[in-house]
């Protein structure tokens, strides 16, 4: 894969074309990124090839370093926990994303109640590849997820995540650890 214009910078990521104009190549500027990165890859890995929800991760090059899809505009929606499961809090969203976002929705509930978290609520970010399929393109992360633990029912502070209050890299490498399986250095 040849490297090519870079399309986006900030403090975090750089982000270069790659060969195929429908890709591009993300590259982690530091730990924590990387880190995040790692988790929300892993997830959409898995929420491709287990529930069938299509995502913008392709492949990882190296670490910090990965390829994914480009996207047009963003839809988000965000699913809040209801007596009939994962539920839009937008009434208004398209069906069809709404059913996409709530069949991703539906698989993370089950697995992170697997590793003892429940999920209380997940914004989720989609838009269409370069064929105009529908793709997850935003992070899953401990930001775009609230969660109780399922046993004590504690809820985290997301002041760590959201306002980067303590220390985010150990915070990121914890819940990488919870969600692959692997113990992180």
């Not at 060969?19 to 530091?30: F, G, H, L, P, Y």
């Not at 209801?82 to 991703?104: I, R």
Request: hydrophobic letters at 35%; glycine letters at 8%; one cysteine or more.
């Amino acid at each position: 894969m040849v490297n090519k214009e870079m399309l986006y910078e900030d403090e975090h990521r750089s982000v270069r074309a790659a060969e195929d104009a429908s890709q591009c190549i993300i590259t982690c500027k530091d730990d924590t990124a990387a880190v995040y990165d790692r988790i929300s890859n892993y997830l959409k890995d898995r929420l491709s090839n287990e529930a069938g929800v299509p995502a913008d991760f392709i492949k990882t090059l190296s670490e910090g370093e990965y390829v994914r899809k480009t996207a047009g505009t963003p839809e988000e929606v965000c699913l809040r926990a209801g007596a009939d499961g994962l539920e839009p809090t937008d009434k208004n969203v398209p069906e069809a994303l709404a059913d996409l976002a709530v069949q991703a929705g539906t698989w993370l509930k089950k697995f992170f109640l697997g590793i003892g978290l429940e999920l209380t609520e997940v914004r989720l970010t989609f838009g269409k590849d370069a064929d105009g399929v529908m793709v997850l393109t935003g992070a899953i992360s401990p930001e775009t997820c609230l969660f109780r633990d399922a046993t004590t029912k504690d809820e985290p502070d997301p002041d760590t995540f959201r306002r980067e209050v303590g220390s985010l890299a150990d915070a990121y490498r914890e819940m990488l650890s919870r969600v692959s399986g692997t113990q992180e250095a």
